[in-house]
């Protein structure tokens, strides 16, 4: 994914959280954000972060299309 790609999070429940992950040889976890119920994130894929982590129920909107994820309960 270039890194003007971007992905759109919506939280569709309270604490939803996206992780970002580093490149590299060793995969870290390099920034946390956490979104209740409504909020809206806009992400994009840099030299830094090469994957996100989503917890939580969510709807995600990408180049590759639309998926919603499970609630962490």
């Not at 971007?6 to 590299?24: C, F, N, P």
């Not at 982590?53 to 995600?60: E, N, Q, V």
Request: proline share 0%; net charge negative.
């Amino acid at each position: 994914m270039s890194s003007s790609e971007y992905i759109l999070i919506k939280a569709e429940e309270d604490g939803v959280h996206v992780i970002g992950l580093t490149r590299g040889t060793d995969t870290k976890f390099h920034h946390s954000e956490k979104l209740d119920s409504g909020e809206v994130m806009i992400a994009q894929f840099t030299e830094h972060t090469s994957a996100m982590k989503i917890r939580g129920k969510a709807t995600i909107h990408s180049a590759n299309g639309i998926i919603q994820s499970d609630s962490k309960k």
